[in-house]
């Protein structure tokens, strides 16, 4: 095992004053002598939190990575990150990622380990702490904290995303306030993530598909015996991996990338996938850019029927053979020998995976939806791109022309949404600025904002609506998200003005404003910034350093990592 040379060994196999510390006061957690002896130390990252609902199983689950890692001949050790839970954090989860990614790199290269488990859950945790461990690549192994199992109200299955259509009933008075409350204990009934294809499940799916979990992470529930298991074996095989030096760069390549955005596209995953994504390829060094999403999704039509997409749950999912039945339903097209982090092939993991339900997993053949992924829209509107989920719009408005309907900023919007005299009627683009990385900050999941309510009393269901912020995974409509550049940093969408023709083509990818080049150039001269930009703490540092939507939105100084190495001692 020396020959392996440890990092931790530059902690605990030293002699002299800096061993007796660094080994001294670790004892005073009743550790035995031999487990400093040359034993892969493996760091648990655990964004346990009661303020992250979504992750507050996560103590049950670390222990059971523990079991696993001693049983292979390691030694655990648990430690604590920023946890973001998606519901409570203000003004938005995504304004701490970043801080979260940093926290997450010092504290792996700081402490003596070998190799690190992610205990990842609610949207933000995953690609945090993803991100976080690429800019250090020790060997990695990530584990999810499983989806809900589905709610059930009044005779329904319900999930996240009823949450939208609870709202629109609730307005219209559909349901008592009431039934409204009542609804909230029955759909969140278990521990786990959002039990819908949302952002966190998108994100749980997309380590198994880039290989940095082992199969079946992605579906099985929070409450499922069969998580607990998962973690037991992940804890085993992490040492393994330290063993072999399977380091993040190793199993990150660019086929696993392309991987994951073709699996994404098929199981129907969130639009903040495209973000999320972008950010992890610029901190492991790989060339991904926002047309790729567009390029390794087109072809692939939606294999899963999950919501929002599609009606079915997470737990169908497992029950109907998991991701690995998925993704053998894709092998003619998928990288099928990127490696993972089980040493296998992704071909190999998911050979023996079986489909018990076609109704849940479909074939390439006869897809549920033959259009899904995502789209990239560009034009004089998104210079630099937008994106928009078609499996999840209305294909009657993927190409549609409209007039504008425009709200400068998120309390503009709520304060006449709903005013009776609001000029909108159901071929209008709603138009929202000033919820892009900068203007919020921290890119809001507001962009599939409710539709005025004299319009939903018309039986209005759906309309175009155009932001530079972002939707939650478990949102649904006719929605372009991500324009970038956004509205705070000068972007074309700061000029729109009520009234203006925006013509959306989501068929031949081109999103335009339909105003005259002179006209936008008089209207640039007087644009003013108006969004308020701190001058201290870290929103100052994200709002300084954030990039656009179409580059991952994280900051340009954190791209790249740093590695694992840390010359001095701390005494
Ligand atoms: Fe945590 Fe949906 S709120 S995953
Ligand atoms: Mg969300």
Redesign the pocket.
Known sequence: METLQLRSRNWFGRTGKDGFIYRAWMKNQGIPADMFEGKPVIGICNTWSEL????AHFRELAEAVKKGVLEAGGFPVEFPVMSL???LVKPTAMLYRNLVSMDVEESIRANPVDGVVLLC???KTTPSLVMGACSVNIPTLVISGG?MLKGHWKGKDIG?SDVWRFDVAHKLGQITPQEFVEAEACMARTQ???AVM????TMATMVEALGLSLPNNASIPAADARRKVLSQLSGRRIVEMVKEDLTLSKILTRKAFENAIMVNAAIGGSTNFVIHLLAIAGRIGIELNIDDFDKYSQNIPLLANIQPSGENYMEDLYYSGGLPAVIKEMKAIIHNDAITANGKTMGENCAAAEVYDRNVISTMQQPFKPESGIVVVKGNLAPNGAVIKPSAASPTLLKHSGKAVVFENIEDYHARIDDPALDIEATSIMVLKNVGPKGYPGMAEVGNMALPKKLLEQGVTDMVRISDGRM???GFGTVVLHVSPEAAVGGPLGLVQNGDVISLDAHNRTLQLEVSEEELAVRRAAWKQTEKMHTRGYVHLYQTHVEQAHLGADMDFLKGGSGSEVARDSH
């Open positions: 992250t609902p979504c992750n839970g998606e519901t859950g609610c949207d989806p996240t786990g993530h959002c949302g952002t966190a499940s939650s995974g478990t």
